[in-house]
T-cell receptor, first 109, second 110 residues
Framework: GQQVMQIPQYQHVQEGEDFTTYCNSS?????IQWYKQRPGGHPVFLIQ?????EVKKQKRLTFQFGEAKKNSSLHITATQTTDVGTYFC?????????FGTGTSLTVIP | EAQVTQNPRYLITVTGKKLTVTCSQN?????MSWYRQDPGLGLRQIYY???????DKGDVPEGYKVSRKEKRNFPLILESPSPNQTSLYFC?????????FGPGTRLTVT
């Protein structure tokens, strides 16, 4: 099935530092979604990207879809303690969803 | 309020004792899924359903069954649970754009 590699697996940052997680695929993707899962919670949809080179912003979060549509990134500027959680990318291939393994973000106050 | 509900939230059972985890959504979505989440492996799709009476295997269907008799409900059935099915399970309901997840069911099989 579809493989989506996500790095890093863990990231510890000081509050105020930036954070980036990356998703990579060996095949061209039609779309990519990003989710956030707070500790003890369920995944919550953040955004979907569909266009080559697309960049979308949500406050301090910036999402990018690569020009070749094989990679994507989520960048958080000036992290806050409320950003703590695991961030997942997900792709829909055919009728199936495939998730990356997630990046767990710890923010040190 | 748009939501996906799952029951039970926590379950401890023994090997071989059949169990069902219920899932219900109130958003009239056609697409529904079941996932399991294990440390280091992310979320893996077990089964999905495109509509009533239409179900398909995901990446890890072995040991699981599902049914979709009504649009709103999508139960997950473990006919003979084994310890390797100890996991956190999520039901999800989807539009073409995003998935809405239930609160999760933590299952322990001893």
């Amino acid at each position: 099935g579809q493989q989506v590699m996500q790095i890093p697996q863990y990231q510890h940052v000081q509050e105020g530092e930036d954070f980036t997680t990356y998703c990579n695929s060996s095949t061209t993707l039609s779309n990519i979604q990003w989710y956030k899962q707070r500790p003890g919670g369920h995944p919550v949809f953040l955004i979907q990207l569909v266009k080559s080179g697309e960049v979308k912003k949500q406050k301090r979060l910036t999402f990018q879809f690569g020009e070749a549509k094989k990679n994507s990134s989520l960048h958080i500027t000036a992290t806050q303690t409320t950003d703590v959680g695991t961030y997942f990318c997900a792709v829909l291939t055919g009728n199936q969803f495939y998730f990356g393994t997630g990046t767990s973000l710890t923010v040190i106050p | 309020e748009a939501q996906v509900t799952q029951n039970p939230r926590y379950l401890i059972t023994v090997t071989g004792k059949k169990l069902t985890v219920t899932c219900s959504q109130n958003m009239n979505h056609e697409y529904m899924s079941w996932y399991r989440q294990d440390p280091g492996l992310g979320l893996r799709q077990i089964y999905y359903s495109m509509n009533v009476e239409v179900t398909d295997k995901g990446d890890v269907p072995e040991g699981y069954k599902v049914s979709r008799k009504e649009k709103r409900n999508f139960p997950l059935i473990l006919e003979s649970p084994s310890p390797n099915q100890t996991s956190l399970y999520f039901c999800a309901s989807s539009t073409a754009r995003e998935q809405y997840f239930g609160p999760g069911t933590r299952l322990t099989v001893t």
